[in-house]
Nanobody, 121 residues
Framework: VQLQASGGGLVQIGGSLRLSCAAS????????VGWFRQAPGKQRELVVS???????NYAASVEGRFTISRDNLKKTVYLQMNSLKPEDTAVYYC????????????????WGQGTEVTVSS
């Protein structure tokens, strides 16, 4: 499985960005997917995960502002980020795994290369 993340950039406080993660895999619908982020000097953390059945788990810090979605035909997962705050500044990584529990705890071996999001005034 190869994952290619894109869509990061510099955005003002309160602005929006949409991240994309394209997968090179045979049956994308068989994989649970998620977005993680790592801010400078901090550990990587789960932002949101989505199971193959569509169940989602959001970090409390992004609940109501971020939305994950997936297009299995395009083999792509998206992260719509609204009402961005300075504390959302981080490198964002997508991940995929056939095991949801492994994905949620960051244990997957499949990661995108990361896309940087900077929220500034």
């Amino acid at each position: 499985v190869q994952l290619q993340a894109s869509g990061g950039g510099l955005v003002q406080i309160g602005g929006s960005l949409r991240l994309s993660c394209a997968a090179s895999v045979g049956t994308f619908s068989s994989y649970n997917v998620g977005w993680f982020r790592q801010a400078p000097g901090k550990q990587r953390e789960l932002v949101v995960s989505m199971s193959t059945g569509g169940s989602t788990n959001y970090a409390a810090s992004v609940e109501g502002r971020f939305t994950i979605s997936r297009d299995n035909l395009k083999k792509t997962v998206y992260l719509q980020m609204n009402s961005l705050k300075p504390e959302d500044t981080a490198v964002y990584y997508c991940s995929a795994d056939s095991r949801y529990s492994v994905l949620r705890y960051g244990g997957s071996v499949y990661w995108g290369q990361g896309t940087e999001v900077t929220v500034s005034s």
